[in-house]
C-alpha cells in the first residue's frame, strides 16, 4: 500500500498511515464503434477494520471496498450501458447497489455531468463509492475522444471565439497559450 508521497513542510513530522485508495480508470475504443471507460475503486488499511455494524473484519491489506464501474458511449458521448461490480464491501446491501445505475442509461456525458449523476445517484438511491467513480469518469471519457475531437472543426460560440477559451486555467483568455493563437 504505498504511493508517490508529499513530504510533510516540517521534518519533524512523522505521519502514521491510516487509510489508502487507489481509483484506476482507463479509456478504449471498440471494435463495434463505441467507447469504453472503465473505473475502480479499493480501499485499504494497514490494520484489522471492523465494520460500523460489527459484522465483518477486514484483515490488514485487504480491501475494504473494491468496486467498479464500466461505462459504454458513443463519439456524441451518449451513455449506452452501464454496469458495475462490487468484489469487496462492508455490508451486504452494499452488493446490490450497482442495479441503481442504470438510471444514467442514455445520459449524455457533458456539462453537468456530475450535477445530474449526483441528482439520479445521490443519497440512498445508490453507493456513495460508485458515484465517486462515476462523477470522474465523465472527464475519462472526455480525454479518452480526445483523437476524435481534434479531427473535428473547432467549436466556435456566436461571437467566433473557441468554446474552450476560459474552460481551464491553461485556456483563460489571458494566457499565452490562447494568446499565441
Not at 7 to 12: G, I
Not at 91 to 97: I, K, S, W
Request: with cysteine; charged share 25%.
Amino acid at each position: 500500500m504505498s504511493m508517490m508521497e508529499i513530504s510533510p513542510d516540517d521534518d519533524s513530522v512523522t505521519r502514521e498511515e491510516l487509510h489508502f485508495r487507489r481509483i484506476d480508470m482507463c479509456g478504449w475504443r471498440r471494435s463495434d464503434g463505441l467507447y469504453e471507460v472503465e473505473g475502480r475503486v479499493i480501499d485499504q488499511k494497514p490494520q484489522a477494520c471492523k465494520s460500523p455494524n460489527g459484522f465483518k473484519v477486514v484483515p490488514p491489506g485487504e480491501p475494504i471496498h473494491d468496486m467498479g464501474v464500466k461505462l459504454v458511449f458513443d463519439e456524441d458521448m451518449l451513455v449506452h450501458s452501464v454496469s458495475a461490480f462490487t468484489a469487496s464491501a462492508p455490508f451486504d446491501d452494499c452488493f446490490a447497489a450497482g442495479q441503481s445505475l442504470q438510471t444514467i442509461k442514455g445520459l449524455r456525458i457533458a456539462g453537468g455531468w456530475s450535477s445530474e449523476v449526483r441528482r439520479r445517484l445521490g443519497g440512498a438511491q445508490s453507493c456513495t463509492h460508485l458515484i465517486g467513480i462515476l462523477i470522474p469518469m465523465g472527464t475519462v471519457a472526455y480525454q479518452s475522444l480526445t483523437k476524435v475531437r481534434y479531427s473535428r472543426p473547432q467549436k466556435v460560440n456566436s461571437d467566433g471565439v473557441p468554446v474552450k477559451v476560459d474552460s481551464c486555467y491553461a485556456y483563460a483568455a489571458n494566457r499565452e497559450l490562447v494568446m499565441r493563437k
